[in-house]
């Protein structure tokens, strides 16, 4: 009789964002070996990533580090790095570090990869209007921001008016949760953290404009609470714009075609996107495997329980599933993770018997600014500051760590009881770090070999023909 203790299963989760975490929690107390890889150190609280953008919170107070939050679970260990490709006939996931790709074998596998921004066809719009999906969006659009006024405040002084009005002109595209909750805090900002910390311009003069190709803002809600939020827009002072469809975008301004026919162009320095998203590209990478073909957003066709067509051991939750009890919030992504978690648990068990996933819907909420918000839980619809504290007492509940909640609620109230942010801090780092990026990342896997080659782990290139990298791990 062997001495050798029995391996227990393998499971991989991709993904570190609420899918892939909440995957892992429900997991740590299974007799399963987990590896979490994300191409991020931490956990994003996504729906307050407009909040860093605007100088509320900080990047730490809405992204934990993953291995924080996880040291606890004897069973689980964290990988940084980013999912190539994935194998589901040998069972493997190939994980490209820092230029260099290693392999990782698997019992069961987790995808919880996310989503990305769509530009609909014409990404070259990220360089003059960037997306709010990670860290790096936030703090980009943060420093482009606040150095909007800076540079407007020169523009006045010499006498430019024209370039000062383009510089103090801010357009969302998108007008769900993201680029309501956007517009709204521009507004704040210009109207009352900025109002008297100016010489030559009035911040509060700031135009700010908020577009969308449908035909009403905050379309997953009820008609009732669409039209009380685009009055509330309006009152505020932000110019609602629908039918409205973008045709270009560049440095100074962007073109759209509007419910009219006709091409209209606005100047603006500063454009957010928040129109749209798109699948992980894993989620096809998976498809092509068993002969599917994912839908118009990029998403995976899964089975009722989730897994895989003809892969029991495969389960795709979160944003990249094509599945009608998924939805794309993040209740969506935590439900279906432990739904998972627990068909994993219960296989190991000896109960392989499949169960489907069922959605249970805790409702939605949008704040729109200060005091401003609007619920939807069933058939009950509530609007203004109780909405508003509602939307206050869910975030702050989801936010992980009892540090970052403590931080969080007292930014809050310096902002929102006062008119001060905290987080205003911006660098010329900030705004064209991600263009340099772009330019030299050809270098990192040369550059990283040199680092890494006195180590001796096992790897290989990167081959030029994988998949593109995947999306919000994080």
Known sequence: MSDQPTRRPRVIIIGSGFGGLFAAQALADEPVEV???????????????????????????????????????????????????????????????L???YDYDYDYLIVAAGSVTSFFGNDHFAHDAPGMKNIDDALELR????????????????????????????????????????AGQLVELSKRTLEREFRHIAPQDARIVLMDGGDCVLSSFHPSLQAKAQAELEEMGVEVRLGAMVNEVDELGLDYRGPDGENHRIEAVTKVWAAGVTASPLAALLAEQVGLEVDRGGRLPVNDDLTLAGHPEVFAVGDMVAHDEVP??????????????????????????????????KGNMATIARFRAIAEVGSVRVTG?????????????????????????????????????AQRTITEQQVFGRLAMEQDDRRLPEAMGRIMRPMGAARRPVADETV???????
């Open 328 to 361: 794309g919030v993040a209740q969506g992504a935590i439900q279906s993770a432990r739904h998972a978690a627990a068909q994993i648990a219960r296989a190991v068990e000896g109960k392989p018997e499949s169960r489907p996933f069922t959605y249970f819907d």
């Open 143 to 182: 420093g482009r921001i606040y150095g909007a006024f800076e540079l407007a405040e020169i523009s006045a002084a010499r006498g430019e008016d024209e370039d000062a009005a383009r510089l103090m002109t801010f357009v969302v595209v998108g007008a769900g949760p993201t680029g309501v909750e956007m």
């Open 99 to 101: 230029g260099l790709q």
């Open 385 to 421: 500051f109780t909405a508003w504290t509602m939307w206050l007492v869910v975030h702050l509940f989801y936010i992980i760590g009892f540090k970052s909640q403590v931080t969080t609620l007292l930014h809050w109230a310096v902002t929102f009881v006062g008119r001060d942010r």
């Open 468 to 474: 593109d990298e995947p999306a919000d791990q994080g």
């Open 35 to 97: 590896t979490v890889i994300a191409k991020t150190s931490h956990h994003l609280f996504q729906p307050l990533l407009y909040q860093v953008a605007t100088g509320i919170l900080s990047p730490g107070e809405v992204a934990p580090a993953t291995r924080e939050i996880l040291a606890a679970h004897q069973n689980t260990e964290v990988v940084l790095g980013t999912v190539r490709s994935i194998d589901v006939g040998s069972r493997t996931v190939s994980v490209s570090i």
